[in-house]
């Protein structure tokens, strides 16, 4: 649903009152409920006026309605639908028992940003038995979070999968006991989630605020916001660091997805001879697969963002408004 999707909607639940909105929410996801939630909270008092075309906008929408169908075209719908079966789940529910059961339906109520933190460590057949759980859209969302790589493999194990081992069902246990003793430091993973998502300018500003409020945070998070194509706005120094530090078929893949500003800020450090071979190399390359595209950036971003952790380069320069 668009923004402004949730926007009326919000104020259509605020116009109906409490215990029809509480019905309603019965029958919504957790992801739907809390952003409803959210944007509820941020209306003021509704006009009487407002109130009025909002329900006129609904009253003609349905007037043109043929039929109910629900919104199924997430990229995740295919892959769910060739997962486990609804037989199957229960089954896994059954012999996982109660507590995991409940376990969950509780993550499902936790932020797509926070889940995706907490399964980004785990391996691609463990993520994909919890996606296989969670309601689509929530699923959907968490997937959107994940690095390249680990969504790519999720997907893959996703699709072929069948009833889970015992092992998988054991590590998928463990797991789920573990969420009961995470450790507050999880929170950054979702801060550095959200800033991915963010704009460019927001997310600098943002960060530009915690320098006063939190310096270390804020570096932390920098190193974690790292991405392939930041090299662009590095210092010539950090340019040629990277250089010495990522392998020559890695750079090459990943250059072959970019938009040429990475190429143009590290053939200007190299010398003319260098240079000229490196765009020699990327015209005889050839067509590339994108998932190889995806994981030789994610390599080169991961190389980058330990480099900046461990010193070697310094950040790149922020943008101040």
């Given at each position: 649903?668009?923004?402004?999707?949730?926007?009326?909607?919000?104020?259509?639940?605020?116009?109906?009152?409490?215990?029809?909105?509480?019905?309603?929410?019965?029958?919504?996801?957790?992801?739907?409920?809390?952003?409803?939630?959210?944007?509820?909270?941020?209306?003021?008092?509704?006009?009487?006026?407002?109130?009025?075309?909002?329900?006129?906008?609904?009253?003609?929408?349905?007037?043109?309605?043929?039929?109910?169908?629900?919104?199924?075209?997430?990229?995740?719908?295919?892959?769910?639908?060739?997962?486990?079966?609804?037989?199957?789940?229960?089954?896994?529910?059954?012999?996982?028992?109660?507590?995991?059961?409940?376990?969950?339906?509780?993550?499902?109520?936790?932020?797509?940003?926070?889940?995706?933190?907490?399964?980004?460590?785990?391996?691609?057949?463990?993520?994909?038995?919890?996606?296989?759980?969670?309601?689509r859209d929530v699923a959907a969302a968490v997937l959107d979070l994940l690095p390249g790589?680990?969504?790519?493999?999720?997907?893959?194990?996703?699709?072929?999968?069948?009833?889970?081992?015992?092992?998988?069902?054991?590590?998928?246990?463990?797991?789920?006991?573990?969420?009961?003793?995470?450790?507050?430091?999880?929170?950054?993973?979702?801060?550095?989630?959200?800033?991915?998502?963010?704009?460019?300018?927001?997310?600098?500003?943002?960060?530009?605020?915690?320098?006063?409020?939190?310096?270390?945070?804020?570096?932390?998070?920098?190193?974690?916001?790292?991405?392939?194509?930041?090299?662009?706005?590095?210092?010539?120094?950090?340019?040629?660091?990277?250089?010495?530090?990522?392998?020559?078929?890695?750079?090459?893949?990943?250059?072959?997805?970019?938009?040429?500003r990475v190429l143009d800020a590290l053939t200007a450090v190299m010398s003319s001879t260098?240079?000229?071979?490196?765009?020699?190399?990327?015209?005889?390359?050839?067509?590339?697969?994108?998932?190889?595209?995806?994981?030789?950036?994610?390599?080169?971003?991961?190389?980058?963002?330990?480099?900046?952790?461990?010193?070697?380069?310094?950040?790149?320069?922020?943008?101040?408004?």
């Amino acid at each position: 649903m668009s923004q402004g999707g949730i926007e009326k909607s919000a104020a259509l639940l605020l116009a109906l009152g409490e215990e029809a909105t509480a019905v309603i929410f019965r029958y919504l996801s957790p992801l739907e409920v809390s952003r409803l939630g959210s944007a509820m909270r941020e209306l003021e008092v509704l006009p009487r006026e407002r109130v009025r075309a909002i329900l006129r906008d609904y009253a003609a929408e349905a007037a043109e309605q043929t039929g109910f169908a629900a919104d199924t075209g997430r990229f995740l719908d295919e892959a769910l639908r060739l997962a486990l079966s609804p037989e199957r789940a229960q089954a896994l529910l059954q012999r996982l028992g109660a507590p995991g059961a409940q376990a969950l339906e509780q993550l499902a109520w936790h932020e797509p940003a926070e889940i995706a933190g907490l399964l980004e460590a785990q391996p691609p057949q463990l993520i994909a038995v919890v996606m296989a759980h969670l309601p689509r859209d929530v699923a959907a969302a968490v997937l959107d979070l994940l690095p390249g790589k680990i969504r790519a493999d999720t997907l893959q194990s996703l699709a072929h999968s069948d009833a889970p081992s015992s092992d998988m069902q054991g590590e998928l246990g463990a797991w789920l006991a573990s969420l009961e003793t995470v450790v507050p430091s999880q929170g950054e993973a979702a801060v550095a989630s959200l800033l991915g998502q963010m704009s460019e300018g927001s997310a600098a500003a943002a960060l530009s605020q915690l320098d006063q409020n939190d310096a270390e945070l804020a570096a932390r998070l920098r190193v974690r916001h790292l991405a392939f194509e930041d090299l662009a706005r590095l210092s010539e120094d950090g340019r040629k660091a990277f250089l010495r530090n990522i392998g020559a078929r890695t750079l090459l893949h990943a250059l072959k997805g970019s938009d040429g500003r990475v190429l143009d800020a590290l053939t200007a450090v190299m010398s003319s001879t260098a240079a000229q071979r490196m765009r020699d190399d990327l015209d005889t390359l050839g067509a590339l697969p994108v998932t190889a595209i995806q994981a030789a950036q994610e390599d080169a971003g991961a190389s980058l963002r330990r480099l900046a952790a461990e010193g070697a380069i310094p950040f790149p320069q922020e943008e101040t408004a």
